[in-house]
T-cell receptor, first 115, second 111 residues
């Protein structure tokens, strides 16, 4: 198993540009999520999905869109990049969508810089 | 609302000494509790979890954590630290369909 994969590893955008961060998992996990990591703030949840066709907002959803058309893929779209979105983005998945949530498995991250 | 606090930004310990990284939480209901480790330029790796049962949980790389319900704490411990344990450690709690992370504690183990 490749686990959770993310592309690209690094990206530089200009303010106002849009892009999609890709995330895929091959573990047949129902639950997938996106986090951003900023110094001194830990990981903050952007969006999450409890299964194909179902998405919901996390703690910091503004400026980001997601969709979940398949179990394997969960892309994150930046609609109009802003310098405040400079961060490291992590995708994660979990095998249960229940409450409480079990441990998540993380991808290697995408380092995004917006100038 | 659920929340996690890691009161120490950094913990310094000499190699061979015991280490403790602190975590306290606030949730309604019975929580699931987790520790993750992050090495430089890497994603988070799962270390251990508490769901139910024995309050002392053993995990990867010789780490263990003690769940204390009355103090709402879940401190990470290791009897003898290694230089290779130097990394960023995150505590997390789940009581709903979300995993909430603390701000992280940087562990520095000196030779």
């Amino acid at each position: 198993n490749a686990g959770v994969t993310q592309t690209p590893k690094f990206q530089v955008l200009k303010t106002g540009q849009s892009m999609t961060l890709q995330c895929a998992q091959d573990m047949n996990h129902e639950y997938m999520s996106w986090y951003r990591q900023d110094p001194g703030m830990g990981l903050r949840l952007i969006h999450y999905s409890v299964g194909a066709g179902i998405t919901d907002q996390g703690e910091v959803p503004n400026g980001y869109n997601v969709s979940r058309s398949t179990t394997e893929d969960f892309p994150l779209r930046l609609l109009s990049a802003a310098p405040s979105q400079t961060s490291v983005y992590f995708c994660a998945s979990s095998y249960n969508p229940d409450r409480p949530l079990y441990e998540q498995y993380f991808g290697p991250g995408t380092r995004l810089t917006v100038t | 609302a659920q929340s996690v606090a890691q009161p120490e930004d950094q913990v310094n310990v000499a190699e061979g000494n015991p280490l403790t990284v602190k975590c306290t939480y606030s949730v309604s209901g019975n929580p699931y509790l987790f520790w993750y480790v992050q090495y430089p330029n890497r994603g988070l790796q799962f270390l251990l979890k508490y769901i139910t049962g024995d309050n002392l949980v053993k995990g990867s790389y010789g780490f263990e954590a003690e769940f204390n319900k009355s103090q709402t704490s879940f401190h990470l411990k290791k009897p003898s630290a290694l230089v290779s344990d130097s990394a960023l450690y995150f505590c997390a709690v789940s009581a709903t369909d979300k995993l909430i992370f603390g701000t992280g504690t940087r562990l520095q183990v000196f030779p």
